[in-house]
Protein backbone atom coordinates (compact mmCIF):
# COMPACT_ATOMS: atom_id res chain seq x y z
CA UNK A 1 0.00 0.00 0.00
CA UNK A 2 3.09 2.34 0.72
CA UNK A 3 4.36 2.00 -2.55
CA UNK A 4 0.56 2.80 -4.73
CA UNK A 5 1.42 6.08 -2.23
CA UNK A 6 4.85 6.85 -3.05
CA UNK A 7 3.64 6.25 -6.80
CA UNK A 8 1.07 9.01 -6.63
CA UNK A 9 3.61 11.46 -4.64
CA UNK A 10 5.52 10.69 -7.55
CA UNK A 11 3.33 11.45 -10.35
CA UNK A 12 1.96 14.82 -8.30
CA UNK A 13 5.89 16.01 -8.18
CA UNK A 14 6.02 15.48 -11.75
CA UNK A 15 8.90 13.01 -11.18
CA UNK A 16 7.92 10.27 -13.56
CA UNK A 17 5.81 12.04 -16.33
CA UNK A 18 9.21 14.21 -16.98
CA UNK A 19 10.47 12.02 -20.21
CA UNK A 20 6.70 11.96 -21.13
CA UNK A 21 6.63 16.33 -21.07
CA UNK A 22 10.14 16.50 -22.65
CA UNK A 23 9.35 14.05 -25.46
CA UNK A 24 5.70 15.84 -25.99
CA UNK A 25 7.58 19.41 -25.77
CA UNK A 26 10.54 18.35 -28.51
CA UNK A 27 7.69 16.97 -30.76
CA UNK A 28 5.71 19.69 -30.43
CA UNK A 29 8.89 22.16 -31.34
CA UNK A 30 9.65 19.82 -34.28
CA UNK A 31 6.24 20.11 -35.70
CA UNK A 32 6.86 24.21 -35.39
CA UNK A 33 10.26 23.86 -36.57
CA UNK A 34 9.09 22.23 -39.93
CA UNK A 35 6.00 24.42 -40.23
CA UNK A 36 8.06 27.67 -39.89
CA UNK A 37 11.09 26.32 -42.35
CA UNK A 38 7.60 25.69 -44.89
CA UNK A 39 6.53 28.90 -44.58
CA UNK A 40 9.78 30.16 -45.37
CA UNK A 41 10.65 28.29 -48.32
CA UNK A 42 6.95 29.41 -49.70
CA UNK A 43 7.51 32.94 -49.34
CA UNK A 44 11.29 32.45 -50.91
CA UNK A 45 10.73 30.04 -53.46
CA UNK A 46 10.56 31.88 -57.38
CA UNK A 47 7.88 30.91 -59.85
CA UNK A 48 8.45 29.78 -63.34
CA UNK A 49 5.13 30.85 -64.66
CA UNK A 50 2.15 32.28 -62.76
CA UNK A 51 -1.47 31.88 -65.26
CA UNK A 52 -4.51 32.90 -64.24
CA UNK A 53 -8.25 32.73 -65.40
CA UNK A 54 -11.79 33.20 -65.25
CA UNK A 55 -14.59 30.86 -65.62
CA UNK A 56 -17.97 30.13 -65.46
CA UNK A 57 -20.38 26.59 -64.45
CA UNK A 58 -22.68 25.91 -66.72
CA UNK A 59 -24.66 22.82 -66.18
CA UNK A 60 -26.46 21.14 -69.15
CA UNK A 61 -29.76 20.92 -67.33
CA UNK A 62 -30.94 22.41 -63.70
CA UNK A 63 -30.76 19.36 -62.18
CA UNK A 64 -28.10 16.45 -62.07
CA UNK A 65 -27.31 13.28 -60.04
CA UNK A 66 -24.16 12.74 -58.46
CA UNK A 67 -22.90 9.09 -57.83
CA UNK A 68 -19.88 7.75 -56.94
CA UNK A 69 -18.49 5.49 -59.49
CA UNK A 70 -17.91 2.65 -56.85
CA UNK A 71 -21.08 2.73 -54.98
CA UNK A 72 -21.39 1.67 -51.58
CA UNK A 73 -20.17 3.27 -48.65
CA UNK A 74 -16.64 2.73 -49.23
CA UNK A 75 -16.00 2.44 -45.38
Do not use: C, H
Amino acid sequence: MAALGEDFGDWVNGSVDGARLKRSKRFVRLVFLFFAVLLIWAYLALLDEVSTGTGKVVPTSQEQVIQSLEGGGGF
